[in-house]
Every structure is written in structure tokens, then in C-alpha cells.
């Protein structure tokens, strides 16, 4: 029997609608969710390579939002560590953007709801 995919992140109706704004406007897309305190303790939307990842990153998976392609979504590792174990999805509720985020100006901004995974989720990470 084959092990169901486990996907780590999602998004939502209208989180992918703003995301569909902002490709109109800057192109590929990419989040970054550092961990840190202040603006790292939100989901961070960039053009897609102006943050730079490296070992000190996850990528969780790719958000399908209705853009012309997905929209990667990378975490820190340390934050990673403590989250690995749960499903992340990617919300925008009223209010002012994260620092460089791209939401900044649009009087939204994005954040994180999380689940802890299911026993049968978790089995198929491992």
C-alpha cells in the first residue's frame, strides 16, 4: 500500500487570491518563515530569489495559489526543528504587512495557522 503524500503547507481562498495580486504585480513569488521575533514570526512573501536560501533553510512545499507556478514556501531550520510536526497554512486577514513582505502595502497581511499532523500524517513523514 502506498503511503499518502504529506503535504506540510496550504493556503487559503484568500490568501491565494492576494497571492495572484501580488505575481500581477512582481512575478514569481517565494515565503520565507524565519522564526526570529517581530517580523520573523511572520510569513514573509518575496519576489521569488530576492531572499536568499541556503543550509539554514527547509523548503516545506509549494503552494498551489493559482499562479502561473507554484509558490515555494521555506522555513528556517532552527524553526523547522520545532515545527516539524505540523501542518502549516498560509492566511491574510486585515492589517499592515510584515516589513519587506510584499502584503506590506495592500492593508492585509499574511500569517501562520498551524495544526499539529495527524498520527497518520506524521507516519508518512517518516
Known amino acids: 500500500m502506498d503511503t499518502p503524500e504529506v503535504e506540510r503547507v496550504a493556503v487559503t481562498r484568500e490568501a491565494a487570491a492576494l497571492l495572484r495580486e501580488l505575481w500581477e504585480e ?7 518563515q ?5 517580523d520573523g ?3 514573509m512573501c518575496y519576489p521569488a530569489g530576492e531572499f ?3 543550509g539554514s ?3 516545506l512545499g509549494e503552494l498551489d ?3 502561473p507556478e507554484p ?3 521555506w522555513m528556517s531550520r532552527s524553526q523547522f526543528e520545532l515545527w516539524s510536526h505540523t501542518h502549516l497554512t498560509i492566511d491574510v486577514v486585515p492589517g499592515r504587512g510584515a516589513g519587506f513582505s510584499l502584503e506590506a502595502p495592500t492593508g492585509q497581511r499574511f500569517l501562520i495557522r498551524s ?3 495527524t498520527d497518520e500524517e506524521a507516519e508518512g513523514l517518516e
Not at 512582481?26 to 520565507?32: E, T
Not at 524565519?34 to 517581530?38: D, E, K, L, R
Request: with cysteine; proline share 10%.
Open 57 to 59: 533553510d527547509v523548503r
Open 41 to 43: 514570526s511572520s510569513p
Open 26 to 32: 512582481h512575478g514569481p513569488l517565494m515565503f520565507h
Open 65 to 67: 495559489a493559482g499562479t
Open 115 to 117: 495544526r499539529l499532523m
Open 52 to 54: 536568499r536560501t541556503g
Open 34 to 38: 524565519s522564526g526570529g521575533c517581530c
Open 71 to 73: 509558490v515555494p514556501v
